[in-house]
């Protein structure tokens, strides 16, 4: 299964050549891809930044955060299980690929100025902690501990992140691409790390339902910019049930 993994994350530095079959451009989009020019598609004009809002609430853009006070209430309420070695090895993997996100989502906000990716990255921070939550519960060193944006203990995330970014800058389509493509691969490693654990079971699950509200939203983004994404971890048509259906709303998603 690891080397299924690591296959799936090598799988992506491949796969993530943006100006191939992963997007389809209209001839009309280069005003898009201004650096500096905010984003004014429809999608964006309904992106709701989050700020100081309530963190339960969903935006137009599909960003769900999940509130650390029920969530923490929820998991007070499960007993700890006995963990493998295969589910904190998971815990680990997952905990600095929601900082990837949240640290990708920051650059690529930086470079293009593109609410959705602000919005996200929020949303993004919220995940990561979730995963720390539980890496304090079963008492595991935490691998983003004091670790700065962009920087990441695992060499593979790391390589990722530099391959992201430098993705994402080639244009606003390529950047809102690359942003598909994570919640894609978070998607699908989620699900490859699927457990009946009860406290485990109850994050992954927000967090998956978090990534396919991203994944809509960035779908959303790139249609309004002319393009269409194609699903590189998930099935076609595992990603068709998910951007035909409508944002998933709940204090925990």
Not at 24 to 53: I, K
Not at 188 to 196: G, K, N, P, V
């Amino acid at each position: 299964m690891k080397a299924a993994r690591r296959s799936r994350t090598v799988h992506l530095f491949r796969r993530v050549g943006l100006a191939a079959a992963a997007v389809v451009v209209c001839a009309g989009c280069s005003s898009a891809t201004s650096n500096s020019a905010p984003d004014t598609s429809p999608a964006a004009a309904n992106s709701n930044p989050h700020g100081n809002a309530d963190p339960t609430q969903v935006g137009a853009d599909g960003v769900t955060n999940i509130p650390s006070g029920p969530l923490q209430t929820q998991l007070d309420a499960l007993p700890n299980g006995v963990l493998t070695p295969d589910e904190q090895a998971g815990l680990i993997w997952m905990r600095e690929e929601e900082k990837l996100a949240r640290d990708v989502y920051t650059a690529l906000y930086d470079r293009w100025k593109t609410p959705v990716f602000n919005n996200i990255a929020s949303a993004e921070q919220t995940h990561t902690d979730a995963v720390k939550t539980l890496l304090d519960r079963y008492a595991i060193a935490d691998p983003a501990a004091g670790t700065a944006t962009g920087i990441f203990i695992n060499p593979d995330i790391q390589a990722l992140y530099t391959n992201l970014v430098s993705q994402g800058d080639a244009s606003l389509v390529a950047a809102l691409t690359v942003g598909a493509t994570i919640e894609d691969l978070d998607i699908a490693d989620l699900q490859a790390r699927a457990t009946t654990t009860p406290d485990i079971a109850l994050v992954y699950a927000n967090l998956e339902k978090g990534s396919r509200n991203h994944l809509r939203s960035f779908t959303n983004q790139l249609q309004a910019n002319g393009a269409i994404y194609t699903p590189t971890h998930i099935t076609p048509a595992a990603y068709d049930a998910i951007v035909s259906s409508g944002i998933e709303r709940g204090a925990n998603g």
